[in-house]
């Protein structure tokens, strides 16, 4: 909590700071994280806001911008679960689906500009690769890619969230020796919105099994895979194939994904302004 107080009081330092010496800049705050950051700046390349430099991949940041067509535009990277707090502060802010839902914001009625669902961010759930084939992985596995948990997600979330699963299972998988694993329980490291609430689904189809499931709740995207690589948890749920991809590579961990379950298209919400007309594009 202290930390994340810290990152707060710091963020609207620096956006005050820079609001009195930028008063003539559009200001957009961004996730500071390499995956969500890019991701960010190509949903406004998408729309026109801004050029990307040819050849820049899902980790672009400020850097690799090539021009902001004509607007004066200052990025502000911030921690990813702190954006919602300062939106207000700035003139638009860039924030990922489970925050924005976790601050009471409807990513489809609420935001000005939305990530395409057809998107290579789906959210995954990731095990340690020596567990990836354990008969507990695969049960999870299909009950998370379930049919009742494709309904959930689309019939709940109204466009926030939508399920990817190209083949729902019936929640089992028929490999698994299911009256073997009666009386196990695991734990899965979850942020809330709407990961823990479908692991809720997850956890009615796996008791029918005999196995419980329990979830961490977390507030950040670093210690559900600290969790899981440490093993204090056995699986998690929170974040998209390619942050888990960058965490790997830069922390040398063996975080390995049994399932691809949904989509959370980002969005761009209105701050200071409450219309893209400071941007100069029409949506």
Known sequence: MKKLLALLLASVMILSSAAV???????????????????????LQAYGVLTLKEGVGLEATKLDIESTNGVDIEFYEIAAETIPNVKDDVDYAIINNNYALDAGLNPVKDSLLIESADSPYVNVVSVKAENAETPLAKALAAAVTSQKVVDFINETYGGAAVATVENPTD????????????????????????????????????????????????????????????????????????????????????????????????ALYGGRQTTLDALGIAK
């Open 21 to 43: 010496a930028l008063a003539d800049t559009i200001t957009i705050a961004v996730p500071n994280d390499p995956t969500n950051e890019g991701r960010a700046l190509l949903l």
């Open 171 to 266: 929640g089992y998988d028929p490999d698994v020796d299911y009256a073997a694993l009666a009386g196990a329980s695991l734990e899965v490291a979850a942020t809330v919105t709407p990961h823990s609430e479908v692991l809720a689904i997850v956890a009615e189809i796996l008791a029918e099994k005999g196995i419980t499931l329990t979830v961490r709740v977390v507030t950040d995207y670093v210690t559900p895979n600290t969790f899981v690589y440490e093993g204090d948890v056995f699986a998690n749920y929170f974040a998209h194939q390619p942050y888990q991809d960058n965490f790997n590579a830069e922390n040398n961990t063996d975080l390995v994904t049994i399932a691809g379950v949904h989509v959370e298209p980002m």
